[in-house]
T-cell receptor, first 114, second 111 residues
Framework: DGGITQSPKYLFRKEGQNVTLSCEQN?????MYWYRQDPGQGLRLIYY???????QKGDIAEGYSVSREKKESFPLTVTSAQKNPTAFYLC?????????????FGEGSRLTVL | QKEVEQNSGPLSVPEGAIASLNCTYS??????FFWYRQYSGKSPELIMS????GDKEDGRFTAQLNKASQYVSLLIRDSQPSDSATYLC???????????FGAGTRLTVKP
């Protein structure tokens, strides 16, 4: 079945640690995205990538980093520089260019800082 | 003004009633509009997209778009308890192709 797989679903981190969230898609989509969701707020864009080896900052990129070495994979690293990383992280993909249409989401990763 | 605004609710309707969810947006030339449903602790799933003024129906769901008023709505007919979720309105901004989300409206359908 085609889809987007995020792992892990739940992750606990101590302050000062970097963590990496995995996102893999087999939909053959060009564009991939990382969003952050906090309670009572809409989704906010962290980073997006339209092609391999290229990515752009979204609205809240500070304290995060990404890579896009393969079309299928778009991992997100939450660094110790992110002041308030506890949140629900969503990876998404879309056919064609950014803005072309609907987003398909993975199941999400919930990060808690202890 | 936020780019996409929704009433956060919660909106409570009895089973079988019509639920009406509303969304306004600030970018006058936006062309693409979406409604996503998100169950608690889960990821959003697309339920409707609409691109032209007027109504678009899909089963029990109807999306309505009024570009002059910068307003998009979602009607759910014959509401079921399984429709209880948060509904996110999303708009693709014309100037930069960003998809912007509203904060969502929490709907509860009571049996």
């Amino acid at each position: 079945d085609g889809g987007i797989t995020q792992s892990p679903k739940y992750l606990f981190r101590k302050e000062g640690q970097n963590v990496t969230l995995s996102c893999e898609q087999n939909l053959n989509h060009d564009a991939m995205y990382w969003y952050r969701q906090d309670p009572g707020q809409g989704l906010r864009l962290i980073y997006y990538s339209q092609i391999v080896n290229d990515f752009q900052k979204g609205d809240i990129a500070e304290g995060y980093s990404v890579s896009r070495e393969k079309k299928e994979s778009f991992p997100l690293t939450v660094t110790s520089a992110q002041k308030n990383p506890t949140a629900f992280y969503l990876c998404a993909s879309s056919m064609g260019d950014r803005g072309a249409g609907e987003l398909f989401f993975g199941e999400g990763s919930r990060l808690t800082v202890l | 003004q936020k780019e996409v605004e929704q009433n956060s609710g919660p909106l409570s309707v009895p089973e079988g009633a019509i639920a009406s969810l509303n969304c306004t947006y600030s970018d006058r030339v936006s062309q693409s509009f979406f409604w996503y449903r998100q169950y608690s602790g889960k990821s959003p799933e697309l339920i409707m997209s609409i691109y032209s003024n007027g109504d678009k129906e899909d089963g029990r769901f109807t999306a309505q778009l009024n570009k002059a008023s910068q307003y998009v709505s979602l009607l759910i007919r014959d509401s079921q308890p399984s429709d209880s979720a948060t509904y996110l309105c999303a708009v693709i901004l014309y100037n930069n192709n960003d998809m912007r989300f509203g904060a969502g409206t929490r709907l509860t359908v009571k049996p």
